[in-house]
């Protein structure tokens, strides 16, 4: 039996975690050759929620927003030139849908990362400690590999409310979305399903188990906190805020504020694409024309308990707005609850180094770094109470990586964008009033 692997080689950068944005910043980092860069994922493979890989599910950014584009847009890991390279970009150009199927979008990942040779799978990091002049990363395996920085890619973990947490941990078809696919044959054998959840998410199980009912017959219900079903904001404006300068007045604001903030926004990322509504609503409305549909749509309502029974499950709800208490039973339930970020174990040996606000949260500094010396650990997708809710979205992946790979490398190898939108965020400095001015004399 062959001893574990133990490197005395010091890499310039290791990345933990491999999801898009951390196999984005590898591409980028590919070909700058001053770089040596190591990236080790836990999985034999990529593969990007496939829990939630429904055939006709598409991204909700275009294909701009791939893993390199926006930041390298002649890169050849860009999604055209997948597309190009697989023999399917003139498909994609007679479709005129500027949004790539999830499916498509993972093959393009794969596809990405087969080509790089910094990237390891199968490799699951347990620990991360520092020997005083560099860190030392091991695996499950046992392997050792030193680097003088790290990037986490860690990404987010499924959130359950804990008035559900006992019914999904126990057996049952109670489940997080990010396990539907897996149990989807599970739940349609059931007499009742209800999912739970205000986002896309939430909205594409359920379309998905509308379309199945028919052959199943069930009784299927969708429940939201939110007081209504509200679509994704996507206007041109709206968008702006997904810009660098708006980030950076976001990271501006107290933590409070920007805790409160991000509560309010959830409309600008946590809604659902209209197509999606739409379809639904047309479900429903074919549906109805032969009989009323076997199904209950409700907002305003909060879960707030979770019995497992013998024949599934009583929710205790409460209607928000309303003000009262009711209940439902279920036989399966599916929890649309999103995601959340938190600090992985491994760092446990080190977070002495990193620098944590009074939550326990990365304190993440304008270029993502969150040591204490501002120049040696990174997040990706970490940072949404520092930088705002454009912290898990694909477009803004290539400009955070161009922003990292710029403060190792003490230079732009691909440039950073400092102004996007046409407004403007805080008040302008040509407006301010200055010590000892009147609002006259400002005019």
Known sequence: MNAPHTSARVHDLIGIGLGPFNLGLAALADPIDELDCLFLEGRDRFDWHPGMMLDEATLQVPFLADLVTMADPTSRFSFLNFLKQTGRIYPFYIRENFLPHRREYNQYCQWVAERLDSI????????????????????????THRTKRLVLGTGTSPRVPECAAEAVAAEGPALHSSEYLARRDELVSRRSITVVGSGQSAAEVYLDLLNAQP???YQLAWLTRSPRFF???YTKLTLELTSPEYSAYFQSLP???RDRLLKSQQSLYKGISGDTIDAIHEA????SIGAPAETTLLSNTEVRGVTRTDGGYDLALHHVEQEEDY?????ALVLATGYRAGLPAFLEPVRDRLRLDEQG???ASPTFSVDTADREIWVQNGEEHTHGFVAPDLGMGAYRSSVILAAILGREPYPVEKRVAFQEFGVPDRFKIQPGQTTEENR
């Open 120 to 143: 390891r799978f199968g490799q699951h990091v347990t620990s991360v400690e520092h020997d005083g002049e560099t860190y030392v990363v091991t695996t499950a395996s046992g392997e």
């Open 215 to 217: 052959d199943h017959d």
């Open 231 to 233: 679509s994704m904001e």
């Open 255 to 257: 933590t409070e504020k």
């Open 284 to 287: 429903l409305y074919t549906r």
């Open 327 to 331: 209940a439902m039973e279920t036989e």
């Open 361 to 363: 949260r990365y304190a």
